[in-house]
């Protein structure tokens, strides 16, 4: 079940409004299974 406060994208990842200015990203364990080690994260 998907937490109601988090919001998906199609490509695994979520985020999380923790405060006007403050965003909590991340990613969901299909991704972390699926990736392996996860060495680079480009944030555009």
Request: proline letters at 7%; hydrophobic letters at 40%.
């Given at each position: 079940?998907?937490?109601?406060?988090?919001k998906y994208s199609k490509e695994h990842e979520w985020v999380r409004s923790e405060s006007?200015?403050?965003?909590v990203m991340g990613i969901t364990e299909f991704a972390q299974d699926s990736l392996?080690?996860?060495v680079f994260v480009e944030i555009p």
């Amino acid at each position: 079940m998907n937490p109601p406060d988090l919001k998906y994208s199609k490509e695994h990842e979520w985020v999380r409004s923790e405060s006007d200015s403050v965003v909590v990203m991340g990613i969901t364990e299909f991704a972390q299974d699926s990736l392996g080690d996860v060495v680079f994260v480009e944030i555009p």
